[in-house]
């Protein structure tokens, strides 16, 4: 099993732009979390999807921020304008039912 | 409010010890699950331990222990025999139910250990 995959590794951007991190979960897992982590913050549930419908996108920042989830095999959380204080650390992970989540390996985000 | 609370921002330990690293969470629900994540230097998260809320026994594996208070509403994780490969931010994390299959999963601040030779 390959795992949660999260694309970009890395993405540098400028302010403005707009931002796609994409995420694969493991195959069969039911839930995905989209996280934000920052030195300030610590981790942040941003949206959580179950059979790929959000129930909670209450920890999403903005109305720059949204998340797609059109199959159970991909998700995308996108910023539109990005901006500076948007550079964080952005995890994507996968579940099934109440056990544990498994982690992406985590977009860098930095936004000039 | 918060939904879990880890007290100590960070702690030593001295290698061949034991540690015990803080964590209190607030729900409702009957049903829910606890969780430790590791997060070395290098990134990544690395799952640790599950505790249910159902399980009458503490949750253990290999050095890594679970001391569930449920009526303390307490989940402290516990480091045997502490190596220095154990330097990192430890996380602990409720996933409570939601209805159904919905369950949302909730991290503390965590606390940075250091393990000193």
């Known amino acids: 099993d390959a795992g949660v995959i999260q694309s970009p590794r890395h993405e540098v951007t400028e302010m403005g732009q707009e931002v796609t991190l994409r995420c694969k979960p493991i195959?069969?897992?039911?839930?995905l979390f989209w996280y934000r982590q920052t030195m300030m913050r610590g981790l942040e549930l941003l949206i959580y999807?179950?059979?790929?419908?959000?129930?909670?996108d209450s920890g999403m920042p903005e109305d720059r921020f949204s998340a797609k989830m059109p199959n159970a095999s991909f998700s995308t959380l996108k910023i539109q304008p990005s901006e500076p204080r948007d550079s964080a650390v952005y995890f994507c992970?996968?579940?099934?039912?109440?056990?544990?989540?498994?982690f992406g390996q985590g977009t860098r985000l930095t936004v000039v | 409010a918060q939904k879990i609370t880890q007290t100590q921002p960070g702690m030593f330990v001295q290698e061949k010890e034991a540690v015990t690293l803080d964590c209190t969470y607030d729900?409702?629900?009957?049903?829910?699950?606890l969780f430790w994540y590791k997060q070395p230097s290098s990134g990544e998260m690395i799952f640790l331990i599950y505790?249910?809320?159902?399980?009458?026994q503490n949750a253990t594996e290999g050095r890594y222990s679970l001391n569930f208070q449920k009526a303390r509403k307490s989940a402290n994780l516990v480091i045997s025999a502490s190596q220095l490969g154990d330097s990192a931010m430890y996380f602990c994390?409720?996933?409570?139910?939601?209805?159904?299959?919905?369950?949302?999963?909730?991290f503390g601040k965590g606390t940075l250990l250091t393990v000193n030779p």
């Open positions: 992970a996968s579940t099934i039912g109440i056990t544990e989540a498994f």
């Open positions: 195959s069969g897992h039911n839930s």
């Open positions: 999807f179950n059979n790929n419908v959000p129930i909670d």
């Open positions: 729900t409702s629900d009957q049903s829910y699950g």
């Open positions: 505790q249910g809320s159902y399980d009458e």
């Open positions: 994390a409720m996933r409570e139910g939601g209805g159904g299959s919905n369950y949302k999963l909730t």
